[in-house]
């Protein structure tokens, strides 16, 4: 127990305060308190693509709310748009609540627009949420650190830049190492190769999840030789999470979501 323990009574939101939350990876339940209390508190939310419709339902039905989007190809607001439409939003007297999916400082462009807010005088809290790794490692069974097997986690993008991947693959290709990728699925093949060419055995365990967390949670594991033609064959559908790593073994013994929800895998 932490002795500044508090009372869960949830804070009450402020007029023209921003609230940037993380909406966790999928499964609504997996929404913080905090989160739910602002929600239910918000005058306009602004949300990402990959916000479960569950989690909207939250707001009363007269707060506003705003699409701004993000797909694959598809930006539907350009980000300084976002950030400044965030300003507008708070100056005008609302409380604000920007749902992103996951964590919002994980590969969730957070930090950027908490700059614009912090260099325009708008007051701001960040409320962390359930990145896509921690809940995806969970439903899928696949810890991603295990004493026999990995002692470092590694979060990265794998989102292509001019059709290649910036990474640093020395620092990638290491033994007891579990690497999570984002955005990754375009780039499967070349971060197998890659992987493998910078030491890795041809054997080693990866696994692909789309939608995890979801009812439509789906995984493939292989090896680094074989999961970009057998998740090519399964004809995933994004959004998906790579995790490379022996830990991925352990999901034969340690899944339970797809058993529990139905799914057939
Ligand atoms: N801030 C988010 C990540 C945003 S980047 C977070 O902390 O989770 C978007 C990427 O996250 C997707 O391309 C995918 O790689 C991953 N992702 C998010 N939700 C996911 C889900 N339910 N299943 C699989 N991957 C997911």
Same mark, same amino acid.
């Given at each position: 127990m932490f002795s500044s323990e508090r009372p869960?009574?949830?804070?009450p939101a402020q007029a023209g305060t921003v609230y940037l939350v993380g909406a966790g990876p999928g499964d609504p339940e997996l929404l913080t308190v905090r989160a739910a209390s602002l929600l239910a508190q918000a005058d306009v939310?602004?949300?990402?693509? %990959? *916000?479960a419709t569950a989690i909207l339902d939250l707001a009363p039905?007269? /707060?506003e709310r705003i699409y701004a989007g993000k797909q694959r190809g598809n930006? /539907? %607001?350009p980000q300084e748009d976002i950030n400044l439409l965030l300003v507008q939003q708070a100056q005008s007297g609302k409380i604000v609540v920007r749902l992103k999916g996951g964590d919002p400082y994980i590969?969730?462009?957070g930090g950027e627009e *908490?700059? /614009?807010l912090a260099k325009h005088g708008v007051p701001f809290e960040v409320v962390p949420g359930v990145t896509a790794a921690a809940g995806i490692a969970a439903y899928a069974g696949i810890p991603l650190t295990h004493r026999e097997y990995s002692q470092a986690c590694v979060f990265v993008t794998g989102h292509l830049k001019d059709g290649s991947m910036a990474l640093d693959w020395q620092g990638l290709a290491r033994r007891r190492q579990t690497v999570v990728i984002y955005m990754g699925l375009h780039g499967l093949p070349t %971060?197998?190769?890659e992987l493998i060419a910078h030491g890795l055995p041809h054997d080693w365990p990866a696994a692909i999840v789309q939608q995890g967390t979801t009812a439509n949670q789906r995984t493939v594991t292989g090896t680094l030789t074989t999961l970009p033609e057998l998740a090519s064959a399964a004809r995933l559908k994004a959004p998906t999470l790579i995790i490379v790593g022996e830990v991925v073994r352990l999901r034969e013994k340690l899944a339970w979501f797809e058993k529990l929800a139905g799914i057939v895998v």
């Amino acid at each position: 127990m932490f002795s500044s323990e508090r009372p869960l009574r949830p804070r009450p939101a402020q007029a023209g305060t921003v609230y940037l939350v993380g909406a966790g990876p999928g499964d609504p339940e997996l929404l913080t308190v905090r989160a739910a209390s602002l929600l239910a508190q918000a005058d306009v939310v602004i949300y990402d693509h %990959l *916000v479960a419709t569950a989690i909207l339902d939250l707001a009363p039905a007269n /707060t506003e709310r705003i699409y701004a989007g993000k797909q694959r190809g598809n930006h /539907t %607001l350009p980000q300084e748009d976002i950030n400044l439409l965030l300003v507008q939003q708070a100056q005008s007297g609302k409380i604000v609540v920007r749902l992103k999916g996951g964590d919002p400082y994980i590969f969730g462009r957070g930090g950027e627009e *908490v700059e /614009t807010l912090a260099k325009h005088g708008v007051p701001f809290e960040v409320v962390p949420g359930v990145t896509a790794a921690a809940g995806i490692a969970a439903y899928a069974g696949i810890p991603l650190t295990h004493r026999e097997y990995s002692q470092a986690c590694v979060f990265v993008t794998g989102h292509l830049k001019d059709g290649s991947m910036a990474l640093d693959w020395q620092g990638l290709a290491r033994r007891r190492q579990t690497v999570v990728i984002y955005m990754g699925l375009h780039g499967l093949p070349t %971060l197998c190769h890659e992987l493998i060419a910078h030491g890795l055995p041809h054997d080693w365990p990866a696994a692909i999840v789309q939608q995890g967390t979801t009812a439509n949670q789906r995984t493939v594991t292989g090896t680094l030789t074989t999961l970009p033609e057998l998740a090519s064959a399964a004809r995933l559908k994004a959004p998906t999470l790579i995790i490379v790593g022996e830990v991925v073994r352990l999901r034969e013994k340690l899944a339970w979501f797809e058993k529990l929800a139905g799914i057939v895998v």
